[in-house]
């Protein structure tokens, strides 16, 4: 094997000084159509927010999810906060949240004064397990957050009855998982709401910020224009002096919810119109890439992904897997020492089980019982990926992986 440095793409993206291979910030750069719609916007949208491009962006979003109603916001944390605001979750209520997560997915619900009950990944799909859901269920639960986690659907339709046996909402969390679907529909629309991240790392990126909450209901959704801005609502004309009381309506029936100011300007709608169409195709790219590194390390019965149910369609937001090295004494550890110092693949470790964190402990939160996770976990490792990586970059980490397994052994 050669120890070249692989320079990524055209951008550096995958190149980190001292490594061979490395995770870029980014999954993609933008295209030049991309980056012309936005300079189109700066220049020619008087408002610059809430106009006609956010409503292009809603209107497209739901076409390409097939969402009931679809409303831009900041981020997927302030699509998360609003859902929990509009689950009527209040102090004393229990949520169920998977524990292996990035911790916005709890955040908003702690806020809302939420006993957070963590649940336990399924041991094959690394997704909530349902019937762990099952058992923590109780009089007190008043909604489920499911987590599409690194693009892989939950099990939906089995939640959602449970959701509903139990009268007990249920939020997705699909900020990892845009165009992820579970035969042909798309998550985000199988429980009451569904949130998305336009993160800078995500497939898609509309500035480094962006987000959509995606609603079912029409009740629900007559809520969210004014939580999402200051209950702030357009006048019935006519008016016979327009400036009277004031230009600003701060009229919208809320039903007693404090609001926010949860918008996103008209280049970051634009910019995620444009990149809507494109997004299948990427996804599949970057499908195609993670199906060749499966079958590239398919006889190192070390390394291990998950299983992708028949009818799943699983967008990788990173290139996920499990190392069991028990059999000669070594893990996880000691593998990614290896890769790094003499491989020079820079893997990133991610979704540390939340419960573990002081911040949830100090808040009370730190109880857990989730044993799935906790053998699982401390053995993960992501390897690098981009949207567009070559033939040779999965070769060449397929075959680091294999050397240091090799080696591993060898020092046993
Ligand atoms: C699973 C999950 N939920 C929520 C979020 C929050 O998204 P945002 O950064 O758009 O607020 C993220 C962001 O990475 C995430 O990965």
Not at 117 to 146: H, Y
Not at 277 to 302: C, G, H, M, W, Y
């Amino acid at each position: 094997m050669s120890n070249k440095a692989i320079s990524g793409d055209a951008s550096g993206r995958g190149a980190v000084a001292g490594y061979r291979v490395s995770i870029p910030a980014r999954q993609r750069p933008y295209t030049e159509e991309e980056i012309a719609e936005v300079v189109r916007v700066m220049r020619d949208v008087p408002g610059q927010t809430q106009g006609a491009m956010q409503e292009q962006f809603q209107a497209d979003f739901k076409a390409f999810t097939g969402a009931n109603h679809a409303f831009a916001v900041g981020n997927a944390t302030q699509a998360l906060s609003l859902a929990a605001t509009l689950c009527g979750v209040k102090p004393g209520d229990e949520v169920i949240i998977p524990a292996y997560t990035f911790c916005a997915s709890a955040i908003p619900f702690g806020k809302e004064g939420a006993k957070i009950v963590w649940s336990d990944i399924d041991p094959e799909t690394w997704v909530v397990s349902v019937r762990d859901i099952e058992r923590k269920i109780t009089k007190k639960t008043k909604a489920i957050v499911c987590v599409h986690l690194l693009g892989m659907p939950c099990d939906m339709p089995a939640i959602v009855a449970l959701a509903k046996k139990h009268n007990i909402k249920v939020v997705e969390d699909c900020a990892q998982a845009l165009d992820s679907r579970i035969n042909g529909q798309h998550v985000g629309t199988f429980g009451d709401f569904g949130c998305f991240s336009f993160h800078g790392a995500k497939t898609m990126t509309t500035l480094g910020e962006g987000g959509m909450l995606t609603v079912k209901s029409d009740e629900d959704a007559k809520l969210v224009p004014g939580i999402r801005h200051n209950g702030v609502c357009g006048f019935t004309y006519p008016r016979e002096r327009y400036w009277v009381p004031a230009m600003s309506n701060v009229d919208l029936d809320i039903e007693g919810f404090w609001p926010n100011n949860f918008c996103i300007g008209e280049a970051q709608c634009a910019l995620g119109s444009m990149e809507l169409k494109n997004l299948t195709k990427f996804s599949n790219i970057i499908i195609a890439q993670n199906d060749k590194l499966r079958a590239l390390l398919k006889d190192v019965p070390e390394i291990t992904f998950n299983k992708i149910p028949e009818g799943f369609r699983h967008v990788r937001h990173q290139y996920i897997q499990h190392f069991d090295g028990s059999a000669f004494g070594k893990d996880r550890n000691d593998l990614l020492d290896l890769l790094t110092t003499k491989y020079g693949i820079r893997s990133i470790v991610q979704y540390y089980p939340l419960y573990r964190y002081p911040l949830f402990q100090k808040l009370g939160m730190g109880d857990h019982d989730c044993p799935v996770l906790e053998k699982f976990w401390d053995n993960s490792f992501s390897v690098p990926m981009w949207c567009g990586m070559e033939d040779e970059v999965l070769v060449t980490i397929a075959d680091s992986i294999k050397s240091a397994i090799a080696d591993l052994k060898a020092a046993k």
